[in-house]
């Protein structure tokens, strides 16, 4: 059985850069930098914005991904992933206001290619609700919708149901299963991410949720790379892909500890970080072997 952190350590990054960003760079409105400087090393104190440019890993497993950014002026338009059965390409699209309003994400794993179309609703100033549709070879799979729960500007629950043709009723969609993330943060960072994916059930057999529960601490001091990408993006990336760091770029800084339970397991990892003059991780490594390498520009 794959390893269970191989659900929270993933590299399947979708990513963007805009514009709104508050004064210390990042789109975590209410989320400020610590910028004392760190011991461990690295300048915490830098106030240098940079943008990713490349991500390189690979796991405890030796499955290899790459993601790779692509800008047009200061927009990032597309993210071109990589991974050793397959790849995806994400293609975005803003408003005058520099919010993403749609996303195309191209799928193609073990030779089945599928599209999934996003729409992007916000209110004021923040991402509301997405609906959207997921098909392979013409044929509609999935008709999708997501909901966001804030307490102030942090996201507390992201809530998507995945809702596929009736069988019974053709033309008539109804809940296949449904994917809910539930946050704790203690400050800036994440204390606790309880994702549980929950498949609906018409007859006297019910099927229990899935649930990875992680807890997260002893952050560091610098910024975490994930945090400089918009909201809207690291949200709905954890939703839509099975394998990411999305909902950890909603932390401020990096986390040097990990448990991550699930279906009665748990595992821990320790993180060992290298920076930049700008305080950004160069390179994060696990005691389990996995290893992530950052590109900036």
């Known amino acids: 059985m794959k390893n269970i952190l191989y659900y929270i350590f993933g590299f399947f990054i979708l990513s963007s850069c805009s514009p709104n960003q ?22 915490g104190g830098s ?17 290899k991904t790459t993601v790779d950014y692509i800008y047009t002026g200061s927009k990032l338009t597309s993210v071109k992933s990589q991974f050793d059965d397959g790849n995806e390409n994400a293609v975005l699209t ?11 994400i191209t799928n193609v794993e073990s030779g089945e ?20 549709t997921t098909e392979s070879a013409g044929k509609l799979l999935y008709k999708s919708t997501t909901d966001m729960t804030y307490s102030g500007e942090k996201v507390t629950k992201v809530l998507t149901k995945m809702n596929a043709e009736d069988p019974d009723n053709p033309g008539q969609f109804i809940l296949e299963y449904e994917v809910t993330s539930n946050l704790t943060y203690a400050g800036n960072n994440i204390s606790n991410w309880k994702l549980a994916t929950t498949t609906a059930s018409a ?11 992680s807890a997260l601490s002893n952050y560091d001091t610098n910024k975490n790379p ?3 990408l918009p909201l809207a993006y690291n949200i709905l990336s954890t939703h839509y892909n099975t394998s990411n760091q999305g909902m950890l ?11 991550v339970t699930a279906m009665g397991m748990s595992q821990s990892l320790t993180m060992t970080y290298q920076y930049n003059s700008d305080s950004y991780p160069t390179e994060m490594t696990s005691n389990a072997g996995d ?4 590109l900036y520009k």
């Open 291 to 294: 290893k992530l390498n950052f």
């Open 47 to 63: 106030t240098t914005t940079r943008f990713l440019s490349k991500v390189s890993g690979v796991d405890s497993d030796g499955e």
């Open 249 to 259: 770029g909603l932390s401020a800084n990096n986390y040097k500890t990990i448990k």
């Open 226 to 228: 994930f945090a400089s």
């Open 22 to 43: 508050d004064v210390n760079g990042d789109f975590l409105r209410g989320v400020e930098y610590d910028t004392s400087t760190n011991t461990g090393g690295g300048n």
């Open 94 to 104: 803003y408003n005058s206001n520099n919010q993403i309003t749609h996303m195309d």
């Open 113 to 132: 290619t599928k599209l999934t179309k996003l729409d992007l609703v916000y209110d004021s100033g923040k991402l509301k609700s997405v609906s959207g």
């Open 203 to 213: 007859g006297p057999i019910t099927i229990p949720p899935i649930v990875i529960e």
